[in-house]
Nanobody, 116 residues
């Protein structure tokens, strides 16, 4: 089973950018579609971006136009470029198969904190 490890989170001011990485122990193409989820305190975990094997991407309305998901199978890594960050983007971010019903075991996630 492919294992996923998230990294790249941190503290950033509103309007700033971060790039998250998701490293896989095997081919990420083998588990497509995959996506980025986030969970804020007291809220449900939500899927914010997903990518399919043909390159098609989907985004939640809350991040559309600001976040970009991409995958590099040669590096066994998936990315989430986050621009124009807002305080409401503060959450723990996870990568996994999409939709959630197909998810593998969850990793530790990476914390993103956006200050106003």
């Amino acid at each position: 089973q492919v294992q996923l490890v998230e990294s790249g989170g941190g503290l950033v001011q509103a309007g700033g950018s971060l790039r998250l990485s998701c490293s896989a122990s095997g081919s990420i193409f083998s588990i497509y579609p995959i996506g980025w989820y986030r969970q804020a305190p007291g809220k449900e975990r939500e899927l914010v971006a997903s990518i399919f094997s043909g390159g098609t991407t989907n985004y939640a309305n809350s991040v559309k136009g600001r976040f970009t998901i991409s995958g590099d199978n040669a590096k066994k890594t998936m990315y989430l470029q986050m621009d124009s960050l807002k305080p409401e983007d503060t959450a723990v971010y996870y990568c996994n198969r999409a939709p959630r019903a197909r998810a593998l075991a969850w990793g530790q996630g990476t914390q993103v904190t956006v200050s106003s």
